[in-house]
């Protein structure tokens, strides 16, 4: 069991910058060395849809319309995965939420449903 906690949501006008933090946290051992942290969003009237992903051992992976714009990254020792987010769009106004997920040898899950265990989000909005 590993509890996710967001932080780094707020209001940004287009073309700006956040970052968003996630902690995870376990009462006990967890092997955070076979899973993966997950960005996801989910806009109102939305799916919800993934952002990015990696792993300790797995390649990162980014949703087409935040390539070259947005970047995961973590540290290991303290457990925390970011997602910098550069030139933000009013688009890209979501409830941001961070996951994990077993992962699969080298990569990490695509879809959602593969994600165990998430956190409450954090909201992001980009205005014009």
């Known amino acids: 069991q590993v509890q996710l906690v967001e932080s780094g949501g707020g209001s940004v006008q287009a073309g700006g910058s956040l970052r968003l933090s996630c902690v995870a946290s376990?009462?006990?051992?967890?092997?955070?060395?076979?899973?993966?942290m997950g960005w996801f969003r989910q806009a109102p009237g939305k799916e919800r849809e993934g952002v990015a992903s990696?792993?300790?051992?797995?390649?990162?992976r980014y949703a087409d319309p935040v390539k070259d714009r947005f970047t995961i990254s973590q540290d290991n020792a303290k457990n925390v995965v970011y997602l910098q987010m550069n030139s933000l769009r009013p688009e890209d106004t979501a409830l941001y939420y961070c996951?994990?997920?077993?992962?699969?040898?080298?990569?990490?899950?695509?879809?959602?449903?593969?994600?165990?265990?998430w956190g409450q989000g954090t909201q992001v909005t980009v205005y014009s």
């Open positions: 990696m792993g300790r051992d797995a390649r990162i």
């Open positions: 996951a994990a997920a077993r992962a699969n040898g080298n990569s990490c899950p695509r879809s959602r449903y593969e994600y165990k265990y």
């Open positions: 376990a009462a006990s051992a967890f092997p955070y060395s076979k899973y993966c």
